[in-house]
């Protein structure tokens, strides 16, 4: 059963990467990355700080340290997916 949480945690890290690599990509190749560089800079802030707390004060052991980096990715998904709509609403207005 163990096996089988991890094997979740890493699924879900593994979907939210695969999500924000695709928008990172959208908005990469427009050169208006100004709020993709600040939430990856928040993101390196928080994940150590959240991934040692989810590793020793929530009783996730080394999932903790997954736990705590899908946090900070999450943020960064968020952003990119409203930044992306926005890209492309004002490339279709125009």
């Given at each position: ?5 991890f ?47 989810m ?40």
């Amino acid at each position: 059963m163990v096996l089988f949480n991890f094997f979740v945690i890493v699924a879900s890290y593994v979907l939210v990467n695969t999500w924000n690599y695709n928008f990172a990509d959208l908005i990469s190749s427009t050169n208006k990355i100004h709020p993709q560089t600040y939430s990856a800079s928040i993101a390196c802030v928080i994940n150590i700080p959240v991934s040692l707390y989810m590793a020793k004060n929530a009783t996730h052991d080394s999932s903790g340290v997954i736990y705590g980096t899908i946090i900070p990715l999450s943020l960064f998904a968020i952003i990119n997916t409203i930044q992306s709509y926005l890209l492309i609403r004002d490339e279709n207005a125009k």
